[in-house]
Structure formats: C-alpha cells, structure tokens
C-alpha cells in the first residue's frame, strides 16, 4: 500500500513556501540556519499553516526556571536568537487604501535607511511587494544572497507565484505604478535570485526595523 501523500510547508528556508514532496523541501532546509518546516496530510492544510504564524504548529521548548509553570505562549514563542540581524528589513505604508504609498528597505540591526520609494496612489500590498522586488533587483546586481524580512505573507506568496495579485484599478492616476509592478514581476519571471525571504515575526519581535511608524 502506497504511503499517504505529505506537503511540506517551509516557513524559513532558502525559498519559503509548500512543497508536495520531501525532496523539495529539503532543498530548501538543508544548511540553512534556523529552517522551520513541517509536513501536513492535505495541501489545504499546508496553505492554510503557511498563510499563518508558524508558532502555532512548531512548540519552542525552553528549559523553566523553578517554580515556573508552562504555558501554551512560552513554549511557542519565537525567540529573538532566530533572526538573522545580516539581512535587510522591507516595509511600506499607505495613507488611505488605496492612498499615498511608500516602502522603504534598512539594514535589519542598524536600522539605516538602504532605499526609499514615494508614489502618489497605492496599496499596501503593492508596496510590500515592491519592496521586496526591489531589494531582489539591487543584491542581484551586487551579487549578494543578504536574507530579507517582510512581515506581509501576502507579499511572500505574490513574489513566490511572480505576480502581484492586486486589484488597484488601472487609470491614468495609477498607470506609472502599474508599470511598475509589470517591470517587477518580468524581473521575477527572467531573474533567478538566492535570497531568502524570511518572515518577520511581529508578535515575537516587535514591529519590523523598517517600519514607518504610523499605527
């Protein structure tokens, strides 16, 4: 009897995502400092865990203290020890949905401004996915594998399927930004890039360096 058919959902890893075999998967782990991963019996549920935090299906286990009880929140929190502070932070915010958009990349320790892009009318999503694109384009052009943190799964998976799933409508207002987001996603479709792009645990972590600081 066959085994029963396992998708594997990488949530850190050279190129985070599902995969439908082990062998996949473990491309992505193998060497990778502080990989998280884990296989599920469905793709619906690897989707659903990877679209998550995945604190809720990997337990952190940490040694307590006397007289320290147990707690379903400290054994799956996310220790500040994971991050890598060698990488680079992206973010954006937008005044209004859609509004003025920007997105900016830091140093991920340092917190220095690398990039920083303005345009008049935008979403957030897009500015996530820009960002994201953009820090790709300029370590591809230095030759550098720096990781990046972004803390918007929805920008992750954009990036991953190389198309920005947006629903801005297209106008003379928004035409340079959409022609800038088909300039992105042919740089997706004729590049190939070995950064990983990490997510950024809010809860765990605190805001992401390069937040804007407008909540």
């Known amino acids: ?11 850190q890893g050279v190129n985070p995502g599902v995969y439908d075999s082990w062998l996949k998967a ?36 940490s040694p307590l203290k006397p007289g320290q009880s147990s707690s379903l929140k400290s054994a799956t929190r996310i220790p500040q020890s994971a991050i890598i502070w060698d990488s680079i932070s992206v973010d954006a915010a937008c005044s209004g949905n859609p509004g ?7 140093d991920t320790k340092t917190k220095t401004p690398i990039f920083h892009q303005k345009h008049p009318l935008g979403t957030n999503n897009i500015g996530e996915f820009l960002a994201i694109v953009h820090a790709l384009a300029m370590f591809h052009r230095e030759g550098k594998d720096t990781p990046i943190y972004t803390d918007s799964r929805n920008a992750m998976l954009w990036v991953k399927k190389k198309e920005c799933k947006t629903k801005l409508v297209r106008n003379a207002k928004t035409e340079n930004l959409h022609q800038i987001i088909a300039r992105a996603e042919n ?10 792009i990490l997510k950024w645990e809010t809860e765990d972590w605190g805001e992401i360096p390069a937040d804007f600081g407008r909540k």
């Not at 009897?1 to 949530?11: L, S």
């Not at 998280?36 to 286990?61: D, L, M, P, R, V």
């Not at 740089?187 to 990983?196: A, D, G, Q």
């Open 26 to 61: 473990q491309a992505q782990i193998k060497g990778y400092p502080a990989a998280k991963y884990k296989s599920f019996g469905t793709k619906e549920e690897a989707e659903a865990a990877y679209a998550g935090n995945f604190a809720q299906h990997i337990q952190f286990k």
């Open 100 to 106: 003025v958009l920007e997105y900016q990349g830091v």
């Open 1 to 11: 009897m066959a085994d029963k058919k396992k998708y594997y959902v990488v949530w």
């Open 187 to 196: 740089w997706l479709k004729t590049h190939t890039y070995k950064n990983p």
